[in-house]
């Protein structure tokens, strides 16, 4: 099993920036990527970003723009998700997930680990 601890949300103005954090602990090295997946309030939960957690792969969702970042500290067994820019449409619980799965890593249903999220919120 793997644990997931996210951490680093709160209430930030449009056009602020914010870090997110995510721990894991457990069976770590049974996991192929950690992503971020964000939910709002009656919508789906959708992929944000996503790194393999022993190379050096990552993605981002085309929404992202180059104002998020995902990086990790595989000493920390932290994964951290750097968040600039942001916008009132940002505003969701943000989620960490775990996945052993080598394909499909942005999508949703192939993780089978997840944190308890953590609450972003920007006002416009």
């Known amino acids: 099993q793997v644990q997931l601890v996210e951490s680093g949300g709160g209430l930030v103005q449009a056009g602020g920036s914010l870090r997110l954090s995510c721990v894991a602990s457990?069976?770590?090295?049974?996991?192929?990527?950690v992503g971020w997946f964000r939910q709002a309030p009656g919508k789906e939960r959708e992929f944000v970003a996503v790194?393999?957690?022993?190379?050096?792969?990552?993605d981002y969702a085309d929404f992202v723009m180059a104002r998020f970042t995902i990086s990790k500290d595989i000493s920390k067994n932290t994964v951290y998700l750097q968040m600039n820019k942001l916008k009132h449409e940002d505003t969701a619980v943000y989620y960490c997930?775990?996945?052993?799965?080598?394909?499909?890593?942005?999508?949703?249903?192939?993780?089978?680990?997840w944190g308890q999220g953590t609450q972003v919120t920007v006002s416009s």
């Open positions: 997930g775990g996945t052993a799965q080598v394909k499909g890593v942005t999508d949703v249903r192939n993780y089978n680990y």
């Open positions: 457990g069976r770590t090295y049974s996991m192929y990527a």
């Open positions: 790194a393999t957690w022993s190379g050096s792969s990552v």
